[in-house]
């Protein structure tokens, strides 16, 4: 599986972007995605999953409510929608498909088994 993440940029506090990311290969609905984050001088950190099907979403405390996750099996793509942006926000982001549960991601296993190259969000205050 190879992942190409898009539709980052640069938004003001309380904005919106959604992020995209597709997925090459027939295997897609078999992994489930989860998206990441890494802010300069910071540590990659999660902020969220979903599960192969899409019926069920995790998210990080500091994102929960503001970020959405979604899946289009039919198209490969997994989205990123960003509701009510911070400048904490900022960050690249980076998709990620693994065989194991999302919810299991979410929990803390985080050897995911494929990495897209990161798309940037930049929010100004």
């Known amino acids: 599986v190879q992942l190409q993440a898009s539709g980052g940029g640069l938004v003001q506090a309380g904005g919106s972007l959604r992020l995209s990311c597709v997925a090459s290969?027939?295997?897609?609905?078999?992994?489930?995605m989860a998206w990441f984050r890494q802010a300069p001088g910071k540590e990659r950190e999660f902020v969220g999953s979903?599960?192969?099907?899409?019926?069920?979403?995790y998210y990080s405390d500091s994102v929960k409510g503001r970020l959405t996750i979604s899946r289009d099996n039919a198209n490969n793509t997994v989205y990123l929608q960003m509701n009510s942006l911070k400048p904490e926000d900022t960050a690249v982001y980076y998709c990620?498909?693994?065989?194991?549960?999302?919810?299991?991601?979410?929990?803390?296993?985080?050897?995911?088994?494929?990495w897209g190259k990161g798309t940037q969000v930049t929010v100004s205050s």
């Open positions: 990620a498909a693994s065989p194991k549960s999302a919810r299991a991601i979410a929990e803390g296993d985080r050897a995911m088994a494929y």
């Open positions: 290969g027939r295997t897609f609905s078999n992994h489930a």
């Open positions: 979903i599960t192969r099907t899409g019926v069920a979403t």
